[in-house]
């Protein structure tokens, strides 16, 4: 008896097939690269975001810290004036400010507090001899600056008085050498962040 010869073969793939699957293959990975590119970049920009808020809420809250333990009193230099436990000055342009605080530390004693503006970086420095608040800066004893935020464009700082007024500096004459403002606000524009505006009340 004669067996029935087997015609099919084992059928491979021709070229042109594997080279649809291969371009096929190429879109398909180059669609998920895009896309996982694309949420790589949201995820650093998020990141780089959150870390920027997370700065500028830190400076905030230390700029109160300074405020909320203002010394409740004023004070005499050695010079034997009278001065505010507080005072501070801004440029019309932003290019400039700062403010010089009196507070007392965990061991009671006082502590000499200053926030500058400079190059571009809000500047925190304390300084060493709080008699020397105010005083003229040769022979200030202080501290290192330490740079609490970068890539800042302007600084304002207005101050509030007994009439609700806001004022550029303070004090704002001899009386109120001794007194504190009501109320202190700080305004900082970030490159590229726009401005961040915050208000103080003084107890």
Known sequence: MWRGLRTDRARGFTLLEVLVALAVFAIVAALAYRGLDSI??????????MRMWRRLELVFERVN?????????SWKDSSDKERSAVQGT??????????????????????HVRYSFSNNQFLLTLIAD?????????????????VLLDHVERCEMSFLDSTNTWQSHW???SAADRTRPRGIRLRLTLTGQG?????????
Do not use: K, W
Request: negative net charge.
């Open 40 to 49: 790589a970049t949201t995820r650093a920009r998020l990141d780089q975001e």
């Open 65 to 73: 810290l300074d405020v909320t333990q203002v010394a409740p009193r």
């Open 90 to 111: 801004t440029s019309t342009t932003g290019s400039e400010c700062q403010l010089d605080i009196l507070r007392f530390g965990p061991d009671h004693m006082p502590v």
């Open 130 to 146: 709080a008699d020397t608040i105010i005083a003229s800066g040769s022979g200030m004893a202080h501290y290192n600056s330490n």
């Open 171 to 173: 004090p704002v004459s």
């Open 195 to 203: 401005q961040f505006e915050r208000l103080y009340y003084l107890p």
